[in-house]
């Protein structure tokens, strides 16, 4: 049976998801949520219209090859608000925004 590589998980996911109340999204969920791409939404958090939260890349090979960052998350707060100003149909529910 493998071994596990820690001793416990990722601190700074933990705070992002305590901080926001488990109520984040992937990229994709977000995507599907409102009917547009993945590529979409990274778009959208690179204009500063949803905001995107990165974990640490994962390396390889010393650092010379990378697989980008280990986890992504958008507050189901900012995809509500994003969908009511562009006039989007998205489910009803309690999106906190701290």
């Given at each position: 049976m493998p071994k596990a590589k820690r001793d416990a998980g990722d601190a700074e996911l933990q705070e992002l998801f305590e901080r926001f109340q488990g109520q984040l999204v992937s990229p994709g969920g977000a995507a599907a949520l409102l009917g547009v791409s993945r590529?979409?939404?990274h778009t959208l958090g690179k204009r500063g219209r949803l905001r995107v939260f990165e974990?640490?890349?994962v390396r390889y090979a010393g650092g010379l090859i990378t697989e980008?960052?280990?986890w992504?998350?958008?507050p189901l707060a900012d995809v509500?608000?994003?969908a009511e100003e562009v006039g989007r149909p998205f489910p009803k529910g309690r999106w906190a925004n701290p």
């Amino acid at each position: 049976m493998p071994k596990a590589k820690r001793d416990a998980g990722d601190a700074e996911l933990q705070e992002l998801f305590e901080r926001f109340q488990g109520q984040l999204v992937s990229p994709g969920g977000a995507a599907a949520l409102l009917g547009v791409s993945r590529k979409t939404v990274h778009t959208l958090g690179k204009r500063g219209r949803l905001r995107v939260f990165e974990g640490p890349e994962v390396r390889y090979a010393g650092g010379l090859i990378t697989e980008g960052p280990r986890w992504i998350y958008i507050p189901l707060a900012d995809v509500a608000k994003y969908a009511e100003e562009v006039g989007r149909p998205f489910p009803k529910g309690r999106w906190a925004n701290p």
